[in-house]
Antibody
């Protein structure tokens, strides 16, 4: 079964750090690009970061650029999101999602169940 | 930067047809993708590349597009279709290529 399982969410302090992980199974992880997508309470989906299957290039939303770092370990079928300088507006459910598509018409065909991040003092 | 506009809410009676729009500059020329998200659940891919359905998605869900508007049509609406629907495009020329619309809440009356 194709599956993505996020972990690492929890309560973070403003200005603090958290590291999210996403474990992939049931498919050849190293062959797929990956995204992190988040959803603040009561809000829509917001794309956060993208990483190519090989590890680069990488893209970030302006809202997280310079604070968040996406990375992957293809040997361990794992995706990560290092979140530094946390802000209250980073409070959200964070999803990892598999990226597919041709001619750069990328979309996400497999999603994890998400992990909740709350930033508060 | 490229923006997608969705109506916040759409209401429809059971058995009727629901239409959810997604507006963007020349959006019909882009690959538009739609996701359904039920309360407390992760999004599920519903339509990709404007009008293609993944395996297992009901034929009641269809996508189309023209000019500056992409449309998700849900025929013979059921109570179980009540959910949030999100459109998405990928802008490869942008430094921030992942773009979602604001989402539309479908209410089945």
């Amino acid at each position: 079964e194709v599956q993505l399982v996020e972990s690492g969410g929890g309560l973070g302090q403003p200005g603090g750090s958290l590291r999210l992980s996403c474990a992939a199974s049931g498919f050849s992880f190293s062959s797929y690009d990956m995204n992190w997508v988040r959803q603040a309470p009561g809000k829509g989906l917001e794309w956060v970061a993208y990483i190519r299957s090989s590890g680069g290039p990488i893209h970030y939303a302006d809202s997280v650029k310079g604070r968040f770092t996406i990375s992957r370990d293809n040997a361990k079928d794992s995706l990560s999101l290092q979140m530094n300088s946390l802000r209250a507006e980073d409070t959200a459910i964070y999803y990892c999602a598999r990226v597919v598509g041709e001619r750069y018409h990328f979309y996400m065909d497999v999603w994890g169940k998400g992990t909740t991040v709350t930033v508060s003092s | 930067s490229y923006e997608l506009t969705q109506p916040p809410s759409v209401s429809v009676a059971p058995g009727q047809t629901a239409t959810i729009t997604c507006g963007g500059n020349n959006i019909a020329r882009k690959g538009v993708h739609w996701y359904q998200q039920k309360p407390g659940q992760a999004p599920v891919l519903l339509v990709y590349d404007g009008s293609e359905r993944p395996p297992g998605i009901s034929e009641r869900f269809s996508g189309s597009g023209s000019g500056n508007t992409a449309t998700l049509t849900i025929s013979r609406v059921e109570a179980g279709d009540e959910a949030d629907f999100h459109c998405q495009v990928w802008d490869p020329l942008s430094d921030c290529p992942g773009i979602f619309g604001g989402g539309t809440k479908l209410t089945v009356l």
